[in-house]
């Protein structure tokens, strides 16, 4: 029996696009898998077929678009109009993938909830609040969750890092990594500014913190499986994440009882602060004294094949399918 009919958004016009492309395939198919009526839809481009479908199911994630490519399909994107059509309109629920810029800083969410169509994921708020690092990071002091010292740069002001390395550079409002740089002297904090601001005009500069990485999903107000990541990369980056095949990621995650109770209460704190609604997931990282930091929460997680979120799920004993399934049930009911 056919459940309900899901529109699964995806695309979009930020460097994340193919990742967002690849997760809408992939959670078109396993709704399908649970006996919905899915459709693939590009926020640009429409609906898309099954042969495209099935391309971004089977195919390894590309580079990033380049910027003139992002405008032009930026320049070409009707949202108002997509959201009257017949593909979105007609959907008991929508199920937006989309991340990055516009999909996961509430302005996709405030178009959904004026006309009135459920969705999956974080609202407004808790979209933006989880969007913005520097924002998150000031209510994770105010709510007792663990995060390395910071600052916040913005674009045209002069910033001087004083000799303190290494730091980590990042856009203020990015994700996958993108335009982040590991920088140890003056020189490289010069051009991992110039590198950050060219995807957002707020820059944060963290300390760097030397540890093992972990993530961890969650699902309503359960916690997930932890995982660790292992690359031979620098840190974690788009290529990493995405591209290379020597990152490992272990799940569950080789850790002491001390540090599943530490993540799950940050998790949870993490979650609540930010106003996450239905799913997300938090990285985080434990220094060489087993104190555990938090990076950032996602409130649009990647959900490709090889996806952390889905790993998180998978390894806490809920199938991909089975997973996506949750997540509608809870839109469905308007379970917060």
């Known amino acids: 029996m056919v459940k309900s009919r899901v529109t699964v958004l995806a695309g979009g016009f930020s460097p994340e696009r193919e990742v967002s492309l690849a997760s809408g395939a992939n959670v078109a198919a396993q ?3 649970s006996g919905y009526e899915a459709i693939l839809v590009d926020l640009t481009l429409g609906r898309l077929d099954e042969a495209a479908e099935r391309q971004y199911c089977r195919g390894a994630i590309r580079d990033t678009p380049s910027y003139d490519d992002l405008e032009q399909l930026r320049a070409k994107t009707d949202v108002f109009g997509l959201i009257q059509s017949r593909d979105v309109s007609d959907a008991d ?8 810029a516009f999909g996961e800083d509430g302005h996709l969410q405030a178009i959904l909830d004026a006309a009135r169509l459920p969705y999956v994921g974080s609202g407004v708020l808790g979209q933006a609040l989880a969007m913005n690092k520097d924002v998150s990071k000031n209510l994770f002091v105010q ?3 663990p995060t390395a010292a910071w ?5 045209g002001v002069e910033a001087v890092q004083g000799g303190r390395y290494p730091v980590v550079v990042k856009p203020a409002g990015a994700g996958s990594a993108i335009g982040v740089s590991i920088c140890r002297n003056e020189e490289e904090f010069r051009e991992g500014l110039r590198r950050a601001v060219e995807f957002d005009d707020e820059v944060v500069v963290e300390d760097y ?3 093992r990485e972990f993530t961890v999903g969650m699902l309503g107000d359960t916690v997930l499986a932890i995982g660790e990541i292992r690359s031979s990369a620098t840190f974690f980056d788009y290529q990493a994440k995405y591209q290379a095949a020597s990152t490992q990621e272990i799940f569950p995650a080789d850790v002491s009882a001390d540090i599943v109770s530490a993540a799950q209460d940050a998790a949870r704190r993490a979650a609540d602060a930010l106003r996450i609604r ?6 985080f990282i434990v220094d060489q004294s087993n104190q555990l930091f938090v990076l950032e929460v996602n409130a649009v997680p990647g959900m490709t094949a090889k996806s952390l979120y889905p790993q998180s799920a998978a390894a806490a004993g809920l199938p991909f399918h089975v997973l996506c399934d949750r997540l509608c049930e809870m ?3 308007k379970k917060v």
């Open 278 to 283: 239905h799913y997300c997931r938090m990285d």
């Open 31 to 33: 709704l399908r898998m």
């Open 209 to 211: 913190i030397k540890g």
């Open 151 to 155: 600052k916040r740069v913005q674009l």
């Open 331 to 333: 839109a469905l009911a």
């Open 143 to 145: 709510n007792g969750v």
């Open 93 to 100: 629920l929508v199920f937006p993938v989309i991340h990055g």
